[in-house]
């Protein structure tokens, strides 16, 4: 099992997240959570971004000593400057600088020629690591980019001092095969590739953020980085929680391993929707509300005989205290059954054949039938009889 790195960016890319603003206690209270949970390293803000950030990251990097703490910076001296001030309290601290480097990017936004890009990169790495010991570099929409320039530029910047090189899918763009090759090229053409970590970065405009970063791993990339519930710009980040879950439950097919707490899993995730007001849909894998719910009746049905028959997660592991049996119209007799049981309601055999009746006439007029429901029913079926 090779190790691999999660780098979360809840505080940073995560609250990026159209409407989402937190404040210093927030963020303080969600790394505290982060660091629970197991993230090796934690984006806490973009210091230069605001003086409300650039006090929230401070108080971050002077708290949090478990997991290691970085910031963004643009490659700009003045967002450097600023960042070690936010973050020369932590253990190791860390600087995140980014610099765009597809055509599209560099023509339009940056207005520099590649030649410029590479200067400013390598000059403001060198820069940054005469105080921070781990410089990370992204190359902004590397998916865009052209890989040979992508190397070329990796080169310098590596020999500049960047300790890690994270190549973004800045807008979700990339294919699993595509992303994938890309590591490949980078690694087989950089001759110093070895000297930095290799991290990959995904965006899930497409729904594949997930499904990239798995592919990254598989193709070299020893950190990932994304963030809890995928919040993030536009439609997001990867999921972490996803990625940490999907690497376990197919440890069969995937040789890597994170350092995750996954029964923290749950907490952090609730803690990240309530301070953030982003609240996660019903379906959404692993923590969303329905992802250990069953409503058919053949599945409850499973479900009672064996767990194993349609989960393939059990909720303990991502600290969810047991599986849900939803009552509504499709539900059958047994999960009924078993409904009446756990409220401690003991039925003859018959009361429990008209319960059942009133409960299926019930579901044609209500989504959910709730415990009241159910006491309702009994409670006249047994006055009744
Ligand atoms: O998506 C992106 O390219 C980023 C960079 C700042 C790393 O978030
Ligand atoms: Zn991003």
Known sequence: MSRINIFDTTLRDGEQSPGVNLNKLEKLEIAKQLERLGVDRMEAGFPASSEGDFQAVKSIADTIKNTSVTALARTVKSDI??????????????????????????????????????????????????????????????????????????????????????????????????????????????????????????????????????????????????????????????????IAVALKIRSDFYPYQTNLK????????????????????????????????????????????????YEIITPELVGVHANTLFLGKHSGRHAFKDKLKELGMELSEENIKKAFESFKRLTDHKKEVTDDDIFTIVTEIQTNT
Not at 288 to 299: D, K
């Open 262 to 309: 996954l029964q923290e899993i749950k907490r952090t995730s609730d803690m990240v929707a309530k301070l953030t007001g982003m609240y996660i849909q019903a379906n959404k894998a692993i923590v969303g509300r329905n992802a250990f719910a069953h409503e058919s009746g053949i599945h409850q049905d499973g479900v009672l005989k064996h767990a194993s028959t």
């Open 81 to 242: 400057d600023i960042a070690w001030e936010a973050l020369k309290g932590a253990d190791e601290p860390c600087i995140h600088i980014f610099l765009a480097t597809s055509p599209i990017h560099m023509t339009y936004k940056l207005k520099k020629t590649p030649d410029e890009v590479i200067a400013t990169a390598t000059e403001m790495v060198a820069y940054a690591k005469e105080k921070f010991s781990q410089v990370q570099w992204s190359a902004e929409d590397a998916s865009r980019s052209d890989w040979s320039f992508l190397a070329q530029i990796i080169e310098k910047v590596i020999d500049a001092g960047a300790t890690v090189i994270n190549l973004p899918d800045t807008v979700g763009y990339t294919t699993p095969k595509e992303y994938g090759d890309m590591f490949q090229f980078i690694r087989s053409n950089v001759s110093n590739i070895n000297k930095a970590i290799l991290s990959c970065h995904c965006h899930n405009d497409l729904g594949m953020a997930v499904a990239n970063s798995i592919a990254a791993v598989e193709n070299g990339a020893t950190q990932i980085e994304g963030t809890i519930n995928g919040i993030g710009e536009r439609a997001g980040n990867a999921s972490l929680e996803e």
